[in-house]
């Protein structure tokens, strides 16, 4: 996704001669044609048993490759194998077959078909069959209206103005549904003249949409008489083609075939110069592909995963800021008592005592780097104490304190954050454990595990964090998490009970995004009967990071809700944040990409309770528990 350049073709709606329309389709630069499989010459008796000879033209006519790259087949619009009387249904099949047999004989990329209404049960299993008996990938494009003029005409007296809208969406809906949300089945829009409004352009941005028709009557001609669109079409357009769809003109020609293209492609350019965002250049080739979460406290990182994290131009800096900010706080504290404000301790400034600062899973030492930076800006004597369990990382880490950090006062801990016992305590603990659901990763009982490392008082950066979740609507997303290959066939039937860490971008957000969790670091001790702080035998703080939460959400318009899209945010200290929200998300941060979280049974009604540790769906009465990241 995220083309460099717009794929458009041109329909026809009739072909006497194919290779005349390929010849002129090539020479006005378009990529493929739309054409009915059929020849207009052709025509079909009824007994088809008693036919003998082709119902098209020979396949002799295009060379193999011209067959494999430039056609997309239409099948004849009139074919209704969900029509009510049976004996027309049994002809319209024998005809159905017949043209995707020999659009399979003949090895087209794509087949086109129309969608007119929901009932398409016969019609998804004919394709269903055609698709399982197939030895090569044949696309299916499912070509529906965006509007449905006899809806509009019978609803006339409704409010609700995207009525003839969302009729035809969903009939593409319950078509893909029946088709099990195969991922070879996309859809085709045929984009009208007045666009709906957004909340239903966005749901079709959700949706597999392989490509749009525009038909040439909704083109305006400019003063100089060359074809162009509205602003909203060229917003519509642009949406679409980022969203992976081509584009195909369509329907009778008011200008030269080539100035349509041209004009796309103007269009297109104008819109890519401006597109300078750095987490989608970052993601480009890695949309919709899905990923199984790291677990760096179970497993051992490798090189490559540290190589990547280091690439953030903003997460470091955004940590040395906090850094900054929590040494220029002691200093203050210091300054106005003559004591740090952290019980029993002597003035260090005064003494010269240095601040002691834990970086607790330090990787391959870029905290360490920017705890040294912050020290040097704030001009604070530190003393770095850095702890990580990866033995391949604790490598790194000693080569540095034996050559770039030798005059620091630095030492290193190869050890679990949870169970070293260290002196001197820290003033403050440095950490980055999240995952992109916040706690995924096991944050929360790190950093409670290694409480007894800080002084009474003590500041933890960062010292709050937050889940958040959305639900959205991606068949697209939904069949890869379904399908995905783990490599092991008992985890696939795990594959919809766990998250995926994933750049989503073929999605529907159907409503706002909520926070789920709340995690604050340190954490407040539980109380016991007497409201005393309870404390486990090290002399550690004893918490609690279970929680569970029931969120609802008003739905404005019809979807499929296929799962949540999962985000988190973080306060480092003081103003200081690091935020994968939609809404806040730091600019030009890469580290993060969001998760999807899917749901296993998709139905009409579904009350979601995300409970942590295990996050349960009731659906019909079912209630299934999803286990989360390995100790
Ligand atoms: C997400 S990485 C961050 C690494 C580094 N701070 C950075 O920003 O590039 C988390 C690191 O914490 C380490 N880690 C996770 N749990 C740990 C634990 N309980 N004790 C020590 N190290 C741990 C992992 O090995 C990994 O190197």
């Known amino acids: 996704m995220v083309h460099q350049e717009i ?63 430039r056609i997309v087949a239409r099948i004849s619009p009139y074919i209704d194998v969900d029509a009510n009387t049976s004996v027309v249904k049994r002809r319209h099949e024998d005809c159905l077959i017949e043209e995707l047999q020999y659009c399979r004989g003949v090895g087209v990329p794509a087949i086109m078909l129309n969608i007119r209404s929901k009932n398409n049960v016969n019609l998804a299993r004919i394709l269903h069959t055609f698709q399982e008996t197939s030895h090569h990938t044949t696309y299916i494009w499912a070509c529906v209206p965006m509007y449905c003029a006899s809806t509009s005409e019978k609803y006339k007296d409704s409010e609700d103005e ?26 085709v829009l045929e984009v009208s003249a007045d666009l709906p409004s957004q909340d239903v352009i ?95 406290l179970s497993d051992n990182l490798d090189t490559h995963t540290y190589n990547v994290f280091e690439k953030d ?81 604790v490598v790194v880490l ?109 999605k529907h957000d159907i409503a706002d995004c909520k926070p789920v969790f709340t995690f604050e670091h340190p954490a407040k001790p539980l109380k016991n009967n007497d409201g005393e702080d309870m404390f486990d035998h090290r002399g550690s703080p004893m918490t609690d990071n279970r929680r569970d939460v029931t969120i609802t959400w008003d739905v404005k318009q019809d979807n499929v809700m296929h799962g949540f899209g999962g985000y988190f945010d973080c306060q480092l200290f003081g103003n200081e944040t690091l935020s994968i929200v939609p809404a806040t998300h730091s600019p030009g941060m890469i580290s993060w990409f969001p998760v999807f979280i899917p749901i296993k049974v998709l139905s009409a009604s579904l009350l979601v309770a995300f409970s942590r540790n295990s996050w349960v769906h009731y659906c019909y009465g079912y209630c299934i528990r999803f286990g989360m990241a390995a100790m």
């Open 313 to 393: 131009p903003i997460k470091y800096d955004q940590y040395q800021k906090a850094i900054v900010s929590a040494l220029t706080e002691l200093k203050k504290k210091k300054k106005v008592t003559g004591k740090t404000h952290l019980d029993n301790q002597v003035n260090a400034a005064e003494n010269n005592e240095p601040v002691v600062v834990m970086v607790l899973g330090a990787g391959r030492g870029p905290l360490v780097r920017a705890t040294f930076n912050a020290a040097d800006k704030t001009n604070t004597n530190v003393k770095v104490i850095v702890v990580e369990k990866n033995p391949s990382a």
């Open 398 to 506: 000693a080569d540095q304190v034996h050559g770039s950090w030798r005059d620091r006062d630095v030492s290193l801990i190869h050890g679990d954050m949870r169970y070293v016992n260290l002196t001197p305590k820290a003033d403050i603990i440095v950490s980055e454990l999240l995952g992109s659901w916040a706690d995924n990763e096991l944050s929360p009982e790190c950093l409670d595990g290694a409480s007894n490392l800080l002084k009474p008082g003590g500041i933890s950066i960062p010292c709050q964090y937050r889940s958040f979740v959305t639900p959205i609507s991606s068949p697209r997303l939904w069949i890869a998490a379904k399908m995905a290959s783990t490599g092991d066939v008992r985890t696939k039937e795990k594959n919809l009970e766990k998250l995926w860490v994933v750049f989503m971008r073929n």
């Open 162 to 187: 995207d009525i003839a809208y969302n009729e035809t969406w969903s009939w593409w809906s319950k078509f893909h549904e029946y088709m099990k949300w195969d991922k070879r089945v996309g859809v």
């Open 202 to 296: 966005q749901r079709w941005l959700g949706e597999p949409v392989k490509a749009i028709i525009l038909p040439t009557h909704i083109f305006i001609n400019n003063k100089k008489g060359y074809p162009v669109l509205s602003k909203a079409h060229q917003s519509f357009v642009t949406s679409m083609v980022e969203h992976d769809a081509q584009v195909i003109v369509s329907g009778a020609r008011r200008s030269n075939m080539e100035h349509y293209l041209q004009y796309l492609h103007r269009i297109w350019q104008r819109r890519t110069e401006s597109a300078h965002d750095p987490m989608l250049n970052f993601a480009r080739g890695w949309e919709d592909y899905l990923q199984t979460p790291l677990q760096p």
């Open 7 to 69: 794929s458009c073709g041109l329909e026809y709606a009739i072909t006497p001669d194919l290779q005349m329309c390929i010849a002129e389709a090539i020479q006005a630069k378009y990529a493929f044609i739309v054409t009915p499989i059929i020849h207009p010459r052709y025509r079909r008796p009824f007994l088809l048993k008693n036919r003998v000879g082709g119902f098209t033209r020979s396949d002799m006519i295009l060379s193999p490759q011209d067959w494999t790259t």
